[in-house]
């Protein structure tokens, strides 16, 4: 599979409508050059705003123009977005209900040899677990770029997760994301891996070599966490009996939290996390520190075979 | 002129004094102290200063008003109330359950623009509103109200250099320099002193006036508009002030007066 940025996706589909809408503005704490809202920065400049290393600072201004009937853009690193603005987001977009963007880039282990401390793999709990927040976590460049539209119309405060690495392409150049809605990649009857980001490339690598093992799973890409499908993930519970989720994220509070509560209220199946075994990062290549830290293909697959025994 | 005008203005932060004390006592909790420092300052914004229309409340051509110290919802609330944006009887359901007027400001309340009581936030929303307005080519002026404890959160510092960086002649920051904060001191607990040439070094234009003078308030209110640097007005103000008792007294951060003692504080302001 060719391999392509997701952020030059934001980047690009960002200045496609940056000259359809005027409403559009663009915050950056110093880092645009590396999250790609530079490409906005250099094409509409009056409406671009590096706010400083200050990502309260830069999330309060952005909710400022959200009351002046702008459509805000704010853009970081996940781990400072998320973590440094929480309460500003909380209570500034969220409490007061304005339409504020956040796409975050550099999630995940995938951020590789910074190590740690920039390596954000619990954002997807603490922005899931906000009222009015919803929660996209694109699987590629394609898909990516229809998020980064769709939401444009969404009124309330949205977050999109982005990485760093270049993830495989899966989806089509035409793409056509939905709020709320899992995205059937493969279809199966034994299993079914529910994975985001880019563990959904690995959830198809995993799948295939399965078929050779005459294990059937079904692949659903679901980039919505929240809203998530319900109807799909219990749809897939009654046909394939089990699931396996796959993140790149803490075991905690994110995916499998999400998949979870949906089962154990509707349709109780056995179930496995593929994730972050509630542990921090360290340096290391990309792919690297994916199959060091549990989200291996060959993990994905063992995880496949010990739910189908539970079944 | 101005006289009668003031002269009205002493009557009504009386009764503004005794309104917030009442639906404080009410609410059986709330936030005195903060509330009766702000008296006068938000009586010359309403009633003198401000471009806004109580009828209309969502006017485009307004002035905006961000409360950073959202706690202070008591004096906001009476001012809005006694200038014509919701009915006065709502005062008696403040922090009721299912109450249009929650514990802090909250933007359902007609003349809110949003909703605050985290400290530290407010100044970089309303630097958003100064900026867009600049953008949108509008001449909306943007009044910010923050408070001297709340003055220890670091988002407060970083829009202050943004303020500065981004000369937002069209904001004018009203520093409510009370001097107390729920523990004690403000001097004691993080001394934030000298505060005119802390800001004066950040690069406001900054004024020093009695927060309790209408005619210092008005005079400095007045010189709003023509400035090249954002404006910076440090009022000296006193926790709870009009009731002796409560007066530098950090007790009445956030505590309701019981009976004898609403009745005590009721005598002592008059009118």
Redesign the interface.
């Known amino acids: 599979m060719d391999k392509k940025s997701l952020r030059d996706g934001f980047g690009e589909k960002l200045v496609e409508l940056g000259k359809i809408n005027e409403k559009i503005v663009v915050f950056s704490a110093d880092l645009e050059d590396s999250t790609r809202a530079e490409f906005f920065k250099k094409a509409f400049p009056d409406r671009f705003f590096n706010m400083g290393i200050a990502e309260q600072d830069m999330v309060g201004t952005a909710a400022g123009f959200a009351k002046m009937g702008f459509i805000p853009f704010v853009s970081s690193f996940a781990v400072f977005l998320t973590n440094q603005a929480y309460g500003v987001i909380r209570m500034m977009a969220c409490y007061n209900r304005l339409p504020i963007k956040f796409v975050a880039t550099h999630a995940g282990l995938t951020v590789g040899e910074d190590g740690a401390s920039a390596q954000s793999l619990e954002d997807i709990a603490i922005m899931r677990v906000l009222p009015e927040m919803k929660v996209i976590v694109p699987s590629d460049y394609y898909e990516t770029k229809s998020v980064i539209e769709k939401i444009v119309s969404i009124d309330s405060p949205v977050y999109v997760r982005l990485s760093r690495a270049d993830f495989p392409v899966i989806n089509k150049e035409n793409f056509d994301f939905q709020i709320g809605k899992g995205n059937l990649i493969l279809d199966g009857k034994d299993a079914t891996i529910i994975a985001v980001g880019v563990m959904v490339s690995r959830a198809i690598q995993a799948a295939n070599e399965l078929k050779e093992e005459n294990i059937s799973c079904r692949v659903i890409n679901m980039s919505s966490v929240k809203p998530i499908d319900e109807n799909l993930i219990i749809e897939s519970a009654i046909e394939t009996g089990c699931i396996i989720t796959a993140e790149e994220h803490q075991i905690y509070g994110g995916l499998g939290s999400a998949v979870s509560e949906v089962l154990s209220r509707h349709y109780p199946v056995p179930i496995e996390f593929v994730a972050v075994n509630d542990v921090f990062g360290e340096s290391g290549e990309a792919e690297q520190l994916l199959d060091e830290y549990g989200l291996s293909v060959e993990n994905i697959k063992n995880s496949v075979k010990k739910v189908i025994n539970r079944k | 002129m101005k006289e009668d005008l003031i002269k009205k203005f002493k009557e009504m932060a009386k009764s503004f004094r005794k309104e917030i004390l009442e639906m404080i006592a009410n609410a059986k909790s709330g936030h005195p102290g903060g509330s009766l420092s702000l008296v006068e300052i938000l009586i010359s914004l309403y009633f003198y200063k401000l471009k806004h229309k109580p009828d209309d409340p969502f006017w485009d051509e307004r002035d ?1 008003v961000i409360l950073s110290k959202g706690h202070a919802s008591p004096v906001m609330y009476v001012t809005l109330a006694n200038a014509g944006y919701f009915d006065k009887k709502e005062l008696f359901n403040f922090r009721k359950y299912k109450a249009l007027l929650q514990g802090h400001i909250h ?1 359902s309340v007609p003349g809110i ?6 400290l ?14 600049k ?2 080519k509008k001449d909306t002026k943007v009044y910010c109200i923050i408070g001297d404890g709340e003055l220890q959160e ?2 407060i510092w ?2 202050l ?2 303020s500065a ?1 981004r000369k937002l002649n069209n904001l004018c920051i009203i520093l409510d320099a009370n001097g107390v904060q729920e523990n004690g001191f403000v001097k004691d607990i993080k001394n934030e002193e000298p505060l005119k040439e802390k800001m004066l070094a950040f690069g406001f234009e900054v004024f020093e006036i009695n927060g309790h003078s209408f005619e210092e308030i008005i005079d400095v209110l007045d010189r709003f508009g023509a400035n090249e640097k954002p404006f910076f007005i440090i009022a000296r103000t006193v926790k709870g002030k009009g009731v002796s008792f409560m007066e530098n007294n950090h007790n009445w951060h956030g505590k309701a007066p019981k009976k004898e003692e609403l009745e005590k504080a009721l005598l002592e302001i008059g009118g």
């Open positions: 905006r933007y623009e949003l909703a605050t009581g985290y530290g936030q407010g100044l970089s929303v309303a630097n958003g509103i100064a900026m867009a307005s953008l949108l670091g988002n970083e829009a250099m943004t960086h």
